[in-house]
């Protein structure tokens, strides 16, 4: 079974402009459009822009779901048994 990312980007070409999109996969089928930018005169632009963006785009995720776990700790626990 081949592991795939969750999160990636791709490059599109839209008439004489590229697009790059930073993609989420729901399913083994089904792919949801995270972020979108486009306008780049070239395709190596929307792929740096893309590469770019996906690593700022997943720095902040994490750090987001870092904040949120540590809401939900309760402050009580104990973790030694007497």
Known sequence: ?????????RVKQDNACWAA????KV???K???SKRQNGFAS???AQEWGQKELKTFLQSLQERNQHRS???KPDFVKT???
């Open 1 to 9: 079974m081949v592991k795939d990312k969750k999160y990636d980007f």
């Open 21 to 24: 999109e930073i993609v989420r």
């Open 27 to 29: 399913t083994s089928k």
């Open 31 to 33: 792919t949801v459009v």
């Open 43 to 45: 395709e190596s632009e």
């Open 70 to 72: 540590r809401q939900h």
């Open 80 to 82: 030694t048994v007497e």
